[in-house]
């Protein structure tokens, strides 16, 4: 069973034999219309993606700036 990151990660990365790390970097006014109609469209933007890639990445990587950007929201959605 992992414990460490580094444990977890190399286990993904064999896994989905990928080694790519998917960054979760949203902008607001750049969002699709499918997830801006969303309650809290950030998190239905970072479902979206990890949800569509998860099994051919090996890790996520949010950019904390852009999700600390749009206030609590953005911090409730990461």
Sequence with gaps: MSTTFIDKLREAQDRNR????????????????????????????????????????????PNLAFWLAEGLPGLAAL
């Design 18 to 61: 990928s080694w790519v790390c998917v960054g979760l970097d949203p902008v607001m006014g750049q969002l699709p219309a499918c997830v801006q109609q969303a309650e809290n469209p950030l998190l239905a933007f970072g479902r979206a993606i990890v949800e569509a890639t998860a099994d051919v990445v090996s890790a996520f990587k």
